[in-house]
């Protein structure tokens, strides 16, 4: 069995909104199920850059670990995700380009096509998904969508 490698979103999951970051979390007790006890990533559109990141580390990070009971292990950033794209595709996004043109579907294929290693599961759990499950059988990983309205 492949190691499960949990990726949350925020918005619409975690917190309403970036703006709404200061009120009190959406305490889904489904997902707090899923990754009570273990070490989960984010993976949201909502951290744009690197201020963003320290926003979140200041802000949420701890009242996510404490309400949820998880360590939160990387946060990915869309500037980051961006800059990666030029060099596997060799031309450039803006950030916004970047999350108009992607959807987090694709954005979290492509996003896993570049850390995936075999014998690792990747799951996503977002409000803006669709459950599925697309398995790379070359490289020996499955990549798991699950809309967080539907646990």
Known sequence: ?????IFLDLEGVIIPSWD???QALNINKKIKNIVKGKNVDIFSYAIYSDSDEKEF???L???????YECKIDTVTVVADL????LKKKCFQLEIWEFCRAF???HGFLFFCDLIAESGQDYMLIDDMVDDA???NG???YNIIFRNSNNL
């Not at 990070?61 to 309400?67: C, G, L, P, T, V």
């Not at 961006?82 to 794209?85: D, G, L, T, V």
């Open 1 to 5: 069995m492949n190691k499960l490698n």
């Open 20 to 22: 709404d970051r200061f």
């Open 57 to 59: 580390n200041k802000v």
């Open 61 to 67: 990070k701890n009242r996510i670990e404490d309400d």
């Open 82 to 85: 961006a800059k990666s794209f």
């Open 103 to 105: 959807d987090k579907t």
């Open 133 to 135: 499950v697309f398995s």
């Open 138 to 140: 070359t490289k020996n």
